[in-house]
């Protein structure tokens, strides 16, 4: 099984700050790696496919980078509304595992 | 646009059976693969199975195979998810959510969710 871990588990930031997230998997997943955002009580939502594509409406301050094992989720400007959990996912294999996500929280 | 509606929250009983399902609407239901996905209270997201409604071909990831049938009913765009006999171990958010298909190198994301099931399993 392929691994994924994030880092890092949780983090405090501001508004207007610039924030990163990592994800690492355990092998070589070439650019099968997608980020999603979850708000407390509500579904995931795809922001990040092939792990630099921007799913449609989702704002231009987030972006996806990276290939092979080490992927990366930058927020350019932190909103009140960034404010979640975030995780990733390698859809490599067919049910691909998710990381155990990154939740932002509000300094 | 692509929407998935879920069943109602569920309040079960352990041994008790139980079928909680995905409808599918705004786009041709037998396009796109349905996958589900668990959320245990606190905790991330796991994989646990997926369908594909035109062929109802099913994959199951290992830690669910067994105990859980996933299944789907084209003619009326719904997919479900079902056990026989619940554990208070499943007490648990349940989404579903479309993935395209699969090539040899790889698979699309999961672009479209449900709005989620909550199945909570007590005595």
């Known amino acids: 099984d392929i691994q994924m871990t994030q880092s890092p588990s949780s983090l405090s930031a501001s508004v207007g700050d610039r924030v990163t997230i990592t994800c690492r998997a355990s092998?070589?997943?070439?650019?099968?790696l997608n980020w999603y955002q979850q708000k407390p009580g509500k579904a995931p939502k795809l922001l990040i496919y092939a792990a630099s594509s921007l799913q449609s409406g989702v704002p231009s301050r987030f972006s996806g980078s990276g290939s092979g094992t080490d992927f990366t989720l930058t927020i350019s400007s932190l909103q009140p509304e960034d404010f979640a959990t975030y995780y990733c996912q390698q859809s490599y294999t067919t049910l691909g595992t998710f990381g155990q996500g990154t939740k932002v929280e509000i300094k | 646009e692509v929407q998935l509606v879920q069943s109602g929250a569920e309040v079960k009983k352990p041994g008790e059976s139980l079928k909680i399902s995905c409808q599918g609407y705004?786009?041709?239901?037998?396009?796109?693969?349905i996958g589900w996905v668990r959320q245990m209270p606190g905790k991330g997201l796991e994989w646990m199975g997926i369908i594909y409604p035109a062929d109802s071909a099913t994959r199951y990831s290992p830690s669910f195979q067994g105990q859980v049938t996933i299944s789907a009913d084209k003619s009326i765009s719904t997919a479900y998810l079902q056990w026989s006999s619940l554990k208070a171990s499943d007490t648990a958010m349940y989404y579903c959510?479309?993935?395209?298909?699969?090539?040899?190198?790889?698979?699309?994301?999961?672009?479209?969710w449900g709005q989620g099931t909550l199945v909570t399993v007590s005595s």
């Open positions: 705004g786009y041709s239901f037998t396009r796109y693969w």
């Open positions: 092998q070589s997943i070439s650019s099968y």
């Open positions: 959510a479309t993935q395209g298909y699969c090539t040899s190198t790889g698979c699309p994301a999961l672009d479209s």
